[in-house]
């Protein structure tokens, strides 16, 4: 019988997490080989064992027949245009028969590339089963992936054969890539490094697999209109993506709420609840001339089929009938949904517990799966690494735990050896208000056995401080012990109490402590970070609603809230005086509230501990984790980023990647980024910096367009293009940013046309970034900046001297278009805030001039590139405290310059809108939201005389090129290559393994 008249085949594993079988995507036949697949037919009607595939194409081919029996298309392996091009068609014939646009043909050429892939998927995870090796796991709630077209292309080295077997069909292949949308899995800085982090993986052989969850509308899309900022759902799955392979062979039960009971053998049994389904879908990986290609795995959740009210819905009632797959497929509809609502807390918990969870059960089904009946659990952490990128995937620690003592009956104490000799952990922020925060009462509810864990890790750890210290001090001990301990605000355990209980003189017990803060008019100091709550208020609301919300995450709770919601609980409690004379009276005093810290999880449990830059990891082990590193030292490393040279300059930058292959005679520095150096020997090169100079002006020619396309807006290529793009927040400074450029259009009205002309280059100034949708102060940020813009861009009288542009909606594509034409990028974020950076080492790579503060990977760049191909300026990172008390005690006098830009803004040059609220938190000495803490206005003028500088160096072309061609060069070292070398090596200790 012919396959072609629908019958469905059903492919079933013998494999847990093998990649594994394309799903079908049409009525035709299965198209790929599996690993371990055997093929069953729900029809009578039995196929024959072999099916004949007549090519779309009219030349004759070989067909090639699998073990499963069924022939396919043969996937282009090598530079063979006729084959890429009817290997299109094919997939045209059969996925889109009677429409084939721009959009279509994106699609069958994408699945013809996803044909290859798969294969060397397949052969990698073979290879990997046979072998056995350790492996890591890498879990992260981010993979800024990008477009993934031309990466995985070029990675097969693919690019050429395809381009022109797309021209023979009618299209060019960047046309075709330019329909792809963005894989909505990210936001920023930590989601684009997972993603370099998977290239460099695969790329450099090593076995491993990426985790994480599949986000329906991810974070938002960002439209720039009138009123500044506007957020709407992303639509990147609508129409499917063709990289992803929907594993309905791979799920697992995921539960919430419920009780933990005692069996009758003496186990902890957690029942009842909620119970979802976490479906897997996965994403082949691609190494760059290597057939290694691994996994990325993303969850998606539904609720089991037996949750559907069948009764319900044929009543009427059909909202009820489906209420729990609602609940269910919310986890993975938005990336970091916004937690200020007890519901938005619980549902960021659900997420995070999701992605370990199902992680952590598919990884314990592989390493069950390779012992081959054999397990044998002292020998995990020999077999598997697991890394948690930042803190969202911190509950890794309690769920690990729970799945070894409760499922697999491993005693407490070699549960916990297994546990902390197998995860790490990577900080990715200094910020003590960043450092993740659940409230203890909603970890009670919603995971109530993981929270039995922790409590008992907390004991522990507590235990083994106390048994190693000694009885004297017993003051500043239980202070330490208070600092370092997993639970925050919460009575110590009553096994460790007796050794702080001193005759005649106890130590104040919670309960005094919260009396002892509680003021004359009835407010409620928190000890841990000075936030007051009216006594009678805290009685009545939920306390869920008093969580820190995770601000390097952009969950940042304004400023402008934060105050208002302060006066008025001061001003309530100043009219209630009934309930002031209730605590006068020595009523029931409110403690402050319980929480888990989840960075203090992530250190404890955790074999090794990195920051992610020199400056960074300096300041996590003698400042924020000291206490830690003092007691551990040799568990905390540096492991500075890195990103992909693949995607980051060979590329997104081909005019540059071919002159770097001229010079170098070899296009090795693409895997040996060291060779990079070697240009420095031609940086005074004639011939080079003329070669140089026209590359940059190609990409400067194609931004050109891009944003004429995009905003409307006409700017000349002969301008410095300036370029800051990054999440949009207060301690990044597009604040700064944009007062300097308020203040240089300012004094370019005031000159004369000579004068202009003597003082300044003509410039184009780039905005691009999110600010988080909650997150009021930076939205005042875009609109200011988008106001500035749309008047100086209008001022005939400025012409082409200054433009002012937001680029909507910044991502990964987004980048790929800015940064091979930037000339200068602004990295400017208050010194010891930012903890690395990528996006620096991009624009570096791309021959970027840089110019910014002494603050996370800035300083191993400045080393790298030579500080006279630097352009420094602001305070550094141990005088920031400082220059705060000096701010607070009014010793701060702000410069003219600044206070003539803040002027500028407050007398409507830049429209009607009030910006009072936004330039007030660069007003006073002190207060939430108030004393500029992020010393905008202490680095005002070395900024303005900084940018100066900046104009001086470009009016001189030759010195220019030449700083262009030394931040090339120097950048070799910031290959994320490096990096995961240094983590293969030193922190997950695995080897690399080729595929033969």
């Not at 090796?133 to 031309?150: C, D, H, N, T, V």
């Not at 330019?178 to 930590?190: R, S």
């Not at 309930?579 to 020595?586: A, C, L, Q, S």
């Not at 803040?902 to 910006?915: L, M, P, V």
Request: proline residues 4%; hydrophobic residues 35%; negative net charge.
């Amino acid at each position: 019988m012919d396959c072609s008249c629908g019958q469905l085949l059903d492919l079933h594993f013998a494999n847990v997490g093998g990649p594994l079988s394309l799903t079908r995507q049409s009525s035709f036949v299965q198209r790929n080989s599996f690993v371990g697949a055997t093929v069953k037919h729900r029809s009578r009607n039995v196929c024959p064992s072999r099916i004949t595939i007549r090519s779309v194409a009219s030349e004759p081919r070989q067909k090639q027949v699998y073990e499963t029996g069924i022939a396919t298309v043969p996937s282009p392996s090598s530079a063979d245009t006729q084959a890429i091009a009817s290997a299109i068609k094919y997939h045209a014939m059969y996925s889109s028969p009677f429409k084939f646009g721009l959009k279509e043909a994106y699609m069958v050429t994408a699945e013809s590339v996803r044909d290859s892939l798969i294969e060397r998927w397949n052969q990698t995870y073979k290879h990997f089963q046979e072998s056995n090796p350790k492996q890591i796991y890498y879990l992260s709630m981010e993979f800024l992936q990008g477009r993934a077209l031309l990466n995985a292309v070029g990675n097969l080295e693919l690019t050429d054969a395809y381009s022109q077997a797309l021209v023979q069909l009618g299209y060019t292949l960047e046309s075709i890539s330019e329909q792809e949308p963005d894989a909505a899995l990210g936001n920023g800085g930590l989601g684009r490094l997972a993603s370099c982090f998977l290239d460099s993986m695969a790329t450099l052989n090593y076995p491993a697999c990426g985790y994480g969850l599949r986000y329906k509308y991810g974070l938002f899309h960002q439209n720039i209109t009138g009123e500044g900022q506007e957020e709407v759902a992303e639509n990147w799955l609508e129409v499917g993506n063709p990289w992803e392979i929907s594993r309905h062979d791979i799920s697992y039960p995921i539960k919430f709420f419920g009780e933990v009971v005692e069996t009758c053998d003496g186990r902890k049994e957690w029942v009842g609840g909620e119970d979802v389904i976490a479906l897997a879908y996965d994403i082949p990986i691609p190494g760059y001339k290597t057939k290694n290609t691994i996994n990325l795995r993303l969850w998606s959740t539904t609720a089991p089929a037996e949750d559907f009210d069948l009764q319900a819905f044929n009543a009427g009632d059909h909202d009820k009938a489906a209420q729990a797959n609602a609940n269910a497929a919310k986890i993975c509809y938005v990336l970091y949904p916004g937690d200020g609502t007890p519901e938005g807390k619980v549902l960021r918990l659900k997420q995070q517990y999701t992605l370990c969870s199902a992680s952590l059960q598919d990884i314990i089904a592989q390493f069950k799966e390779r012992s081959r009946g054999n397990i044998n659990w002292t020998d995990f952490s020999n077999k598997v690494a697991v890394q948690m990128n930042d803190t969202h995937p911190s509950l890794s620690v309690p769920e690990l735990m729970r799945i070894l003592v409760d499922i697999e009956g491993q005693s407490w104490e070699e549960a916990w050896k297994i546990t902390q000799k197998t995860v790490a952990y990577t900080n990715h922020t200094v910020l003590p208000e960043a450092l993740e925060k659940w409230p203890l009462e909603i970890m009670q509810k919603l995971l109530p056995r993981h929270t039995e864990i922790i409590k008992r890790i907390d004991e522990e750890f507590i235990l083994s401080i106390v048994s190693a210290q000694s009885p004297t001090d017993t003051k500043n001990l239980e202070k330490k012990i208070e600092s370092m301990r997993l639970l925050e605000n919460v009575d110590l355990p009553e096994s460790v109490q007796p050794f702080f209980a001193v005759p005649d003189k106890a130590e104040e017990s919670s309960e005094q402590k919260a009396e002892k803060c509680t003021a004359a008019d009835g407010t409620v100091f928190a000890e841990d970070d000075g936030e007051k709550y009216d006594s009678e208020e805290l009685k009545s609301v939920d306390p869920f609603l008093v969580v820190q919300p995770k601000e390097d995450e952009n969950a940042v709770q304004n400023a402008e809230s934060f105050t208002a919601a302060d006066k008025k609980r001061t001003s309530d409690a100043e009219d209630e005086t009934d309930d002031t004379e209730e605590v006068k009276h020595g009523h029931a005093p409110v403690k402050a509230p319980a929480f888990v810290r989840m960075a203090n999880l992530c250190i404890i449990a955790g074999h090794t501990v990195n920051g992610v830059a020199a400056i960074h990891s300096e300041i996590v082990k003698n400042e924020v984790f000291n206490d830690y590193y003092e007691l551990w030292p040799d568990k905390f490393q540096n492991k500075t980023n890195g990103v992909t040279p693949r995607r980051w300059i060979h590329f997104c930058n081909p005019q540059l990647s071919k002159i770097l292959t001229k010079w170098l005679k070899s296009d090795d520095w693409v895997l040996r980024t060291e060779r990079l150096a070697e240009l420095r020997e031609f940086a005074d090169n004639k011939e080079l910096q003329m070669e140089w100079k026209q590359a940059k002006r190609i990409n400067k020619l194609k931004l050109v367009s891009y944003i004429k396309e995009k905003t409307g807006y006409a700017i000349s290529p002969d301008s410095l293009f300036d370029i800051q793009v990054k999440r949009i927040h207060e301690y990044k400074r597009q604040l700064l940013n944009i007062l300097g450029i308020v203040y240089r259009y300012k004094k370019i009205k005031e000159m004369t046309l000579e004068e202009r002309k003597s003082k300044y280059v003509p410039r184009v100034c780039f905005f691009g970034g999110k600010a988080f949708a909650t997150y009021t102060q930076a939205k005042r940020i875009v609109k200011l900046i988008t106001d500035v813009g749309a008047t100086i861009n209008r001022d005939p009288e400025v012409g082409d001297l200054l433009k002012v542009i937001f680029v909507p909606d910044y991502n990964v594509s987004v980048a790929e278009a800015l940064i091979p034409a930037s000339e200068l990028s602004q990295h400017i974020s208050t010194a010891g805030m930012e903890a690395s950076g990528t996006s620096n080492m991009k624009f570096a790579m791309n021959g970027c001039v840089l110019i910014g503060t002494l603050d996370g990977a800035n300083v191993e760049i400045r080393e790298a590139v030579g500080q006279e191909n630097f352009f420094l300026f602001g305070a550094y990172a141990h005088e920031i405290a400082g220059l705060r008390k000096e701010r607070l005690e009014g010793k701060f006098i702000p410069d003219p310059k600044f206070e003539e830009a803040k002027d500028f803004i407050k007398n409507g040059s830049f429209g009607s809108y009030d910006y009072t609220p936004l330039l007030d938190s660069l007003e006073g000495n002190e207060g939430f939201g108030r004393g500029d803490y992020f010393l905008v206005g202490k680095d005002f003028p070395a900024y303005i005389k900084c940018q100066d500088l900046v104009d001086e160096a470009y009016k001189d072309q030759e010195r220019w090129t030449k700083m262009s061609i030394m931040n090339t060069s120097g950048s070799y070292m910031f290959s994320s290559d490096r990096t995961i070398h240094e983590y293969a090596n030193e922190i997950w200790k695995i080897k690399p393994l080729p595929t033969l």
